[in-house]
């Protein structure tokens, strides 16, 4: 299943940003492909993803589904679809993963659950799933709390499976991190959106690449659930920043959460640019591999080293 990538790198699913040309354009550049095919996406519409990545031959997709969806209507009709295209890799999220590791396990695909704390990965690892995805500090999206520093190596010793490292990861410096740290696969989210072939409003890939890491905020005010948000964007649609900092808000008149409220994680301050993904990851593997000799600590110390003496 693996065989294909060219890096140890997965764009995240993610709602209005996932598309059909940025899945297809990653699974080609070999990169694990995401795509967000929660509760609200149309069956056609998501079919129609289905049918664009089976005709792929680089890296497999893999198909968000928040856990509750396997217990509405929509959600079965969903998993049928799945099992149709026998996809392999379902990213559950947002609750117990049971059902759906009894059904993808059904057509041999695998479930990776994201996490944000141990207790849930515990818990994730007792209902049966293939791998986790640790979304740590920093994501875009619903963010998590906890430092990938102690984190990802803590997972690590109760856990020896497929581990996702996710959260403020843009570069190569980051996808080395995680693999460092114990991970086997790094996810990048936000920078991703910062390509042509995102499915967002143009104004979200810009900011962006225009904005930096203070200008990031956390709120759970949009829907509930702690996640990272580009200040400018909510005070643009009217938005009091501080007072989102508090409870969940109104929206204003015909202004959509998440679709004109702009998410995007600490990775901001990596992201100078709006760069294709085939530019992007070709980019990414060049710096990947020259990365390589930084990693020679003590090589590294004896240039510094020399550099004090002369
Ligand atoms: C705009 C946006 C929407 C997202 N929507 C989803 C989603 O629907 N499902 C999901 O599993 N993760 C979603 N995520 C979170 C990503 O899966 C991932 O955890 C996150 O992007 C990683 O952090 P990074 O953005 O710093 O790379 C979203 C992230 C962003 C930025």
Same mark, same amino acid.
């Given at each position: 299943m693996f065989e294909k990538m060219a890096l140890p790198l997965m764009c995240a699913p993610m709602s209005f940003a996932s598309s059909v040309p940025l899945a297809v354009a990653? !699974?080609? !550049?070999?990169?694990i492909a995401g795509w967000q095919g929660g509760i609200y996406t149309p069956l056609d519409e998501f /079919?129609?993803?289905?049918?664009a990545l089976a005709e792929t031959r680089g890296a497999p997709p893999i198909v968000n589904l928040p856990s509750r969806i396997a217990t509405v209507e929509t959600g079965e009709a969903? +998993? !049928? +679809? +799945?099992e149709k295209y026998a996809a392999p890799l379902v990213l559950s999220s947002l609750g117990d993963p049971s059902r759906l590791v009894e059904r993808v396990h059904g057509w041999g695909g695998r479930v990776v659950q994201d996490v944000t704390t141990m207790r849930h990965a515990e818990k994730a690892l007792e209902a049966g799933v293939d791998g986790l995805m640790v979304t740590c500090s920093g994501a875009g999206g619903h963010t998590g709390f906890l430092t990938p520093f102690a984190f990802v190596p803590a997972v690590r010793r109760v856990y020896d499976g497929l581990l996702i490292v996710a959260g403020g990861i843009a570069d190569a410096a980051g996808i080395y991190g995680a693999l460092a740290l114990g991970g086997d696969i790094a996810c990048m989210g936000t920078r991703f959106i910062a390509t042509p072939e995102s499915g967002v409003v143009p104004g979200h890939r810009s900011m962006i690449a225009g904005t930096g890491i203070d200008r990031i905020v956390v709120s759970a005010a949009i829907n509930g659930i702690p996640a990272n948000w580009i200040r400018d964007s909510l005070e643009a649609v009217g938005l009091d920043a501080e007072q989102i900092a508090g409870g969940k808000i109104p929206m204003p008149e015909g202004v959509r959460g998440w679709r004109d409220t702009f998410s995007a994680g600490q990775s901001v301050a990596l992201i100078d640019a709006v760069e294709p993904v085939a530019d992007l990851t070709a980019r990414l593997a060049q710096e990947f591999t020259a990365l390589a000799p930084q990693l020679d600590w003590r090589g590294r110390l004896a240039a510094i /080293?020399?550099?004090w003496s002369n």
């Open positions: 990653c !699974a080609d !550049a070999g990169v /079919e129609r993803y289905l049918a969903k +998993l !049928a +679809l +799945l /080293e020399t550099q």
